[in-house]
T-cell receptor
Framework: KNQVEQSPQSLIILEGKNCTLQ??????????LRWYKQDTGRGPVSLTI?????NTKSNGRYTATLDADTKQSSLHITASQLSDSASYIC?????????FGKGTKLSVIP | SQTIHQWPATLVQPVGSPLSLECTVE??????LYWYRQAAGRGLQLLFY??????ISSEVPQNLSASRPQDRQFILSSKKLLLSDSGFYLC???????????FGQGTRLTVV
């Protein structure tokens, strides 16, 4: 069964600090891995998308890594801002559908 | 540029009433279209996807249905809503299944 597990479920950090979110997956066949940011009550917005051959991809203060051997990915947020408060969802693309993690809820406090 | 429109943003419907949520995409042709539901505290669940007009695949059997009457229009329907149909419904599109998916702003449905 295809699964995407994210940790931690929730995280509270001080503004300006860095944090790392984790994603482990068991999806086969694997096509790509995406990280989305979802503000409360809004649709998810794509941050990064990586294929099998990519180990890391950055989008501003967001850096995603992918280890296809261990089936793990991480999203690192540098110098967090209050606007980073949101749910971060790891999504793995398979042969014909996407498998979503339940997300990590990040709260950045002043 | 491509845009996706989804409406309404919020909806409160009584049990047993019908449902129609609409999603349209602009700026692209023959997109893959998707309907997802996000229940509270849970991840997104794929309900339906479509690779072309009139082509609908259902991932989860339930009292919901989907239709694609036009290339860039995707409709989610129900004849009789259940309390368990409450949730956050998201429409999305992509060029192909292995490319980036773009989401609409979602519809918060509350069945009372």
């Amino acid at each position: 069964k295809n699964q995407v597990e994210q940790s931690p479920q929730s995280l509270i950090i001080l503004e300006g600090k860095n944090c790392t979110l984790q994603c482990n997956y068991t999806v086969s066949p694997f096509s790509n891995l995406r990280w989305y940011k979802q503000d409360t009550g809004r649709g998810p917005v794509s941050l990064t998308i990586m294929t099998f051959s990519e180990n890391t991809k950055s989008n501003g203060r967001y850096t995603a890594t992918l280890d296809a051997d261990t089936k793990q990915s991480s999203l690192h947020i540098t110098a967090s801002q209050l606007s980073d408060s949101a749910s971060y969802i790891c999504v793995v693309g398979g042969s014909y559908q996407l498998t979503f993690g339940k997300g990590t809820k990040l709260s950045v406090i002043p | 540029s491509q845009t996706i429109h989804q409406w309404p943003a919020t909806l409160v419907q009584p049990v047993g009433s019908p449902l129609s949520l609409e999603c349209t995409v602009e700026g692209t042709s023959n997109p893959n279209l998707y309907w997802y539901r996000q229940a509270a505290g849970r991840g997104l669940q794929l309900l339906f996807y479509s690779v072309g007009i009139g082509q609908i695949s259902s991932e989860v059997p339930q009292n919901l249905s989907a239709s694609r009457p036009q290339d860039r229009q995707f409709i989610l329907s129900s004849k009789k809503l259940l309390l368990s149909d409450s949730g956050f419904y998201l429409c999305a599109w992509s060029v192909r299944v292995d490319t980036e998916a773009f989401f609409g702003q979602g519809t918060r449905l509350t069945v009372v």
